[in-house]
């Protein structure tokens, strides 16, 4: 049975393999289904069982167990567990070399060296099967938020790896590649902003932001991962900021047009997904901090503060939130021209 699904990553993803995507603001981690009184769950971030909710169950208390017995053993668990992961990282079959790279990911957050399991996790990025890609990439993102600015003499190889797998991965793993590519970005800050990084960076994220089209919710969590890019970045952005802050803007303004037809007019227009509006004006914000004043001419030129100031009366929270957000951003950036 696992012989059949040992290298699949040539097999498109289907529709139902891809959970609902909710953007998270920079300014706010509550998803909009808490208006309902749900709390967010920060564990379905993990790796999803296809089959059976008692071996994703299995699998978190394993990986937190795992957990605990490092917090306390720390490393006199080496010897012990060395081997074991030497063996598992290697393995023929996708489910236990998975085993191994989730496993990875439980410790290293407690006391293993970043550099002790980041080729290896690396390696496993672009494996060939999709489930182990996913858990590799995953467990690399809780690595780059630990390890911080020591990735920094790793970056080259690291995005060399990233890149490639855009290459490699389908629908479902391009999205979590997005956030640890945004990940990486918050990581290390204003290191990534050199050629080098982002002449081997951008290209396939533009391209990606070039197919997209306005109303396709992966323009998500591309925008959350140009809104760290473009902090990261600053000035280095700025070869790519024009097309980027006019599509955010034209996102923000369709958003409103289509709100207010719906209000006018319920049974003829459907009210629109304002994640829409919240991801543009977040990635607006990661430009104004990350351009500075170079963002001045662009807002200029655009009708940008006359739409912020519809956003700040819109009735949903999450809008305001980020409208107010980069209020703030834009009037650090170029005070002048918001009064």
């Known amino acids: 049975m696992t012989g059949d699904v040992e290298d699949d990553e040539m097999i498109p993803d289907r529709e139902e393999d891809i959970r609902p995507r909710f953007h998270k603001s920079r300014t706010h981690t509550i998803k909009h289904s808490e208006e309902n009184g749900e709390e967010e769950d920060d564990d379905d971030d ?28 720390r490393e006199e668990l080496l010897p012990v567990l060395v081997p074991i992961l030497k063996e598992t990282l290697f393995h023929q079959e996708w ?3 998975e085993s191994g790279i989730l496993a990875l990911g439980a410790i290293a957050e407690d006391y293993v060296s970043p550099t002790l399991v980041m080729l290896q996790l690396l390696k496993r990025v672009l494996d060939g099967n999709k489930r182990v890609q996913e858990a590799a990439c995953s467990a690399f993102a809780t690595l780059e938020e630990e390890a911080c600015t020591e990735l920094v003499p790793y970056l080259g190889f690291i995005l060399e790896t990233l890149v490639f797998a855009f290459s490699k991965y389908q629908h479902k793993n391009l999205l979590i590649l997005y956030d640890a590519i945004g990940t990486l970005a918050d990581s290390v800050g204003h290191h990534l902003n050199k050629p080098d990084y982002i002449n081997l960076l951008m290209p396939p994220l533009i391209q990606k932001w070039n197919i997209l089209k306005d109303e396709d919710k992966d323009l998500f ?10 902090t990261a970045l600053q000035s280095g952005f700025l070869p790519y900021c024009e097309p980027v802050y006019r599509r955010c803007v034209s996102l923000v303004e369709q958003t409103l047009n289509q709100h207010i037809a719906n209000t006018q007019n319920p049974e003829q227009f459907e009210a629109p997904d304002k994640d829409f509006m919240i991801v543009a004006l977040d990635l607006l914000s990661g430009l104004a901090e990350g351009l500075d004043g170079h963002i001045e001419k662009l807002v200029i030129n655009s009708n940008i503060m006359q739409l912020l100031y519809q956003c700040m009366q819109d009735p949903m929270p999450e809008v305001r939130q980020s409208s107010f957000a980069l209020l703030g951003d834009l009037t650090k950036a170029c005070f002048q021209h918001e009064c």
Not at 52 to 65: T, Y
Not at 221 to 230: D, G, K, N
Request: charged residues 25%; proline residues 2%; hydrophobic residues 45%.
């Open 95 to 97: 489910e236990i070399k």
């Open 221 to 230: 969590p591309l925008l959350e991962c140009l809104s760290s890019v473009a």
């Open 46 to 73: 993990g790796i999803d069982d296809d089959n059976s909710l008692s071996d994703w169950n299995l699998r978190k208390c394993s990986a937190a167990a795992l957990d605990v017995l490092a917090n306390v053993f």
